[in-house]
């Protein structure tokens, strides 16, 4: 008999997309993409759900209620960045211990208004319920122009790959934190990892001024997440290891913990910046909007045909087939 270790997170998805096909004529989008979208008439409503779980997804010893909330609000904030549109509105449902501090819930909703403040979206309400351990699941609505939405499924051969801020620090942060050896802990990629930065203002822009042929935002890790947009859009790709943005903190640390340079950046997960493709005529226009809103982009690899598969080039251009992907909950 199988089990969820068998087939992976990602062969669960592909299995409850078979159970639960649905042919509702207002459905734009559903499992799939980092977004349900319904149609609306003129605007597209857009709605997606994340969940954080104590002993997965965070510890309580290094990780305090007010940064806990804004990092539940601003995971689900990252899926509508990554569709181009504009988030409105959330619920949240949470589980807590009853003997849980009420001070605990007290900073942990500061935190959830704190970021919803930010990106000027409004709690509209939610659930509570006992449990062991703390769980807080957020649905986000948002809107945006049909016309305008960008999904997994567009991207084209001879397409470029593209990737937002640098890669890997929030991983590396998380090890540094699980690290009980280290006495000294660098604060920039623990903040990477406590306090993610949704680009809502990159996507919207990459939608609205058609920069973008597809996009997702980075949860799972470059590697994971590049193979979502290969797979709905039936290409392949190969990505340049070099090409790779990593931070200085990174490149400082990273010896610690792998004696591959890149490999944590490729393979770690909670980056919550955006991965896109674009044809290579809009190469002037998106240095351009890297520069307006002061936040890198790199050109990171290409679209190839299906048939060539997914690899990573190394320095010299050596192709090493790509089959270790991201973070697996099951696996």
């Known amino acids: 008999m199988k089990s969820l270790k068998d087939i992976g997170e990602l062969g669960l998805i592909t299995k409850i997309r078979n ?13 799939g993409d980092d977004v349900a979208v319904l149609d609306m008439g003129n605007k597209a409503l857009l709605i997606t759900t994340d969940i954080l779980i104590e002993g997965i997804h965070f510890e309580k010893s290094w990780s305090n209620p007010f940064q806990l909330g804004r990092k539940a609000v601003a995971v689900n904030l990252s899926d509508i960045a990554a569709m181009g549109g504009r988030p409105r509105y959330f619920l949240i449902s949470i589980g807590l211990p009853k003997h849980l501090p009420l001070s605990f819930v007290s900073l942990l ?3 959830l208004k704190e970021e919803a403040r930010r990106s000027q979206v409004g709690l509209i309400g939610g659930d509570t319920s006992l449990s062991q351990k703390i769980i807080i699941n957020i649905c986000l609505i948002g809107e945006g122009k049909k016309g305008d939405l960008l999904f997994r499924d567009g991207a084209k051969v001879g397409d470029d790959i593209y990737v937002s801020g640098t890669l890997g620090d929030s991983a590396l942060g998380l090890m540094i934190l699980q690290d009980g050896n280290l006495q000294r802990k660098p ?15 990159l996507g919207q822009a990459l939608a609205t001024k058609h920069l973008a042929s597809a996009m997702i935002d980075l949860s799972d890790g470059l590697l994971s997440d590049a193979r979502h947009i290969l797979e709905e859009s039936r290409v392949g790709a190969q990505i340049w290891e070099e090409s790779i943005p990593i931070s200085r903190l990174y490149r400082k640390w990273v010896r610690i913990y792998s004696k591959e340079t890149y490999q944590i950046a490729m393979s ?10 674009a044809p290579p005529n809009k190469r002037r226009r998106i240095i351009s909007l890297a520069r307006s809103i002061d ?3 790199t050109l990171v690899g290409q679209i190839l045909p299906q048939k060539e598969g997914f690899h990573l080039v190394k320095k010299g251009g050596k192709k090493i087939p790509l089959n270790r992907l991201g973070y697996d909950h099951f696996k």
Do not use: N, Q, V
């Open 19 to 31: 159970w639960m096909a649905t042919s509702c004529p207002e459905l734009i989008r559903s499992i």
């Open 268 to 277: 770690g997960g909670e980056d919550y910046e955006l991965l896109f493709t």
């Open 187 to 201: 604060k920039g990629l623990i903040k990477k990892h406590l306090f993610p930065t949704p680009r809502i203002e």
């Open 295 to 297: 936040h890198p982009i």
């Open 109 to 111: 909703y500061r935190g």
